[in-house]
């Protein structure tokens, strides 16, 4: 049974930097993509960033590019989204995600078959 397991996210103030990382059981996503997405109170699901494999170009959503980064570790089964310069409205859940075509990668929520269960992440002002 495949598994993504998120670490704790966090209150953080405007300006912080906070890592979150994202552990896969069950099957070895290493040549298949692995990536982000979160949702803000009152909208949509939205992509944030998608790695095909860790020595893949990484892809950042508009909204979070020259902020955040993701990265993978693919020994360890696990990708990570490191977020600096934190705003309020990066306030949401965020969601680790892994696909099952090797070597492709997508922005569209319906592309992965993995999801993990969410870890709230809240900017105050």
């Known amino acids: 049974q495949v598994q993504l397991v998120e670490s704790e996210g966090g209150l953080v103030q405007a300006g912080d930097s906070l890592r979150l990382s994202c552990a896969a059981s069950?099957?070895?996503?290493?040549?298949?993509?692995m990536g982000w997405f979160r949702r803000a109170p009152g909208k949509e699901r939205e992509f944030v960033a998608t790695?095909?494999?860790?020595?893949?170009?990484?892809a950042h959503s508009d909204s979070v590019k020259g902020r955040f980064t993701i990265s993978r570790d693919d020994v360890k089964n696990t990708v990570y989204l490191q977020m600096n310069s934190l705003k309020p409205e990066d306030t949401a859940i965020y969601y680790c995600?892994?696909?099952?075509?090797?070597?492709?990668?997508?922005?569209?929520?319906?592309?992965?078959?993995?999801w993990g269960q969410g870890t709230q992440v809240t900017v105050s002002s």
């Open positions: 995600v892994a696909g099952t075509r090797a070597g492709w990668t997508s922005r569209k929520s319906d592309d992965y078959a993995y």
């Open positions: 069950g099957r070895t996503f290493s040549s298949y993509p």
């Open positions: 790695m095909a494999w860790s020595r893949g170009n990484p």
